[in-house]
């Protein structure tokens, strides 16, 4: 009987974050008035959802829907794909979308209840006002009104959740990418693709996390009514999501 032979290592790709943001931008110098168009129209839908009030309105679901097509239509034309919008795609890729909402629903719960766990067991007041300050500036990250948590206090919630977006939101973000160009989404694969880059996942996610939270506080403090949270965070979100076809294009067809 042959022996077994012990199946080898994948090798473990490094992505230079330098080099990630360089190419990023030099797409962006590259597809100027792609990247405008898109940015226009993100902006209009942020707009939309302004004059409703917020996904409180009922009517936010259809927001909801075109505003998943339009993102799945980005990703479609990046790559090539045609028809740019297919019925077929888009039903697929609602599986690796919705297993993420999932999971960052029960993270989120976890977030906001497990501190309150040492309460009931009894820990002294030195902890209270830990707790009382941790949920200010959680309450303050939802509602940008709010201007009563510190700066320090934004940037350990801010670090925090830089500190899972490369589980909670990258590895799943790259399934769904995968989903729309029709190839295998497994949440598994995207893991084993980007091991060993964690800490440049923390880095690229504080990047774009942070100027989030500092947009809403000068919003806040200076009362814009999210105007500048509005208009800073889609010139964000539009480069987050060229980084993201970057990164996919260095993991997944690359290498």
Known sequence: MPKLKRKSNPKILKISLKKLL?????????????????????????????????ISNPLSILWIIGY???????????YHLQPYILSKVLF?????????????FL?????????MIPLFLGFNDVYLTFYEQYTSA?????????????????????FILSLMAPVLICKPYLAWISSLRGTNS????????????????????????????????????????????YTGGTLIFVYTNIIFAKIYDFFYIKN
Request: charged share 15%; net charge positive.
């Open 186 to 229: 497994s949440f598994k694969k995207a893991g084993d693709r980007i091991k060993g880059n964690y800490a440049t996942f923390v880095i690229i996610s504080a990047m774009l996390i942070f100027p989030e939270a500092l947009f809403d506080r000068i919003d806040a403090i200076l009362g814009l009514q999210n105007w500048l949270s």
């Open 68 to 78: 998943y097509i339009f993102w799945c239509w980005f990703y479609r034309y990046y």
């Open 138 to 158: 959680i309450e303050s990250l939802s509602s940008p009104k709010d201007i009563g948590a510190s700066l320090a206090e934004i940037s350990i919630i801010c």
């Open 22 to 54: 360089k190419e990023t931008f030099s797409y962006m110098l590259a597809n100027k008035q792609f990247v405008l168009c898109v940015a226009i129209v993100n902006m209009v839908f942020m707009l939309f959802l302004k004059s409703l009030g917020g």
């Open 107 to 115: 993270v989120t719960v976890c977030i906001i209840f497990m501190p």
């Open 92 to 104: 697929s890729s609602l599986s690796p979308s919705t297993k993420a909402l999932v999971i960052m």
